[in-house]
């Protein structure tokens, strides 16, 4: 068994050499201008905002399956989106108002849940113009 694994080992090195010939190599337009390999995209930066609703609000409100959601589909009967982040019209004052009185089965979230100044962020997130 000793001697299968020193194998196994001598033949993983020797590839190395090919495996590094056949890795990715930068390539250039005309000789002059590199072209690197294309990447992954980056994931988009979500604003301070969008981190709040992430945490408090996202769990009801933003898929159409959400119970926030649903909620919405039925009060505006599809009259506006029901997903809060595909929204327009939003004001950070109706959004203040509703996250801290509630309304209809949502609770409401106090400052020791949401202080004022997320609740700041999360208002001009969700006034943003879509």
């Known amino acids: 068994m000793h001697e299968f694994k020193k194998a196994l080992a001598l033949s993983a090195c020797a590839a190395l050499p090919v495996l590094a010939w056949a890795a ?3 390539f250039t337009i005309g000789g002059d201008v590199p072209v690197p390999h294309s990447a992954s995209p ?3 930066v979500q604003s301070a905002g969008g981190k709040v609703f992430a945490k408090w609000c996202s769990d009801c409100h933003s898929t159409a399956e959400g119970p926030g959601s649903q ?4 009060k ?3 009259a506006i989106p029901a997903v809060l982040e ?3 019209g939003l004001t ?4 203040r108002l509703v996250v801290r009185h509630g309304m209809s089965f949502m ?3 106090r400052k020791t849940e949401i202080s004022d100044a997320d609740l700041a962020l999360l208002g001009a997130y969700l006034a943003r113009p879509q």
């Open 24 to 26: 990715p190599q930068e």
């Open 42 to 44: 980056a994931k988009p």
């Open 71 to 74: 909620a919405l589909q039925r």
């Open 76 to 78: 505006y009967k599809g």
């Open 86 to 88: 595909q929204r327009s």
């Open 92 to 95: 950070p004052d109706y959004v």
């Open 107 to 109: 609770p409401t979230f």
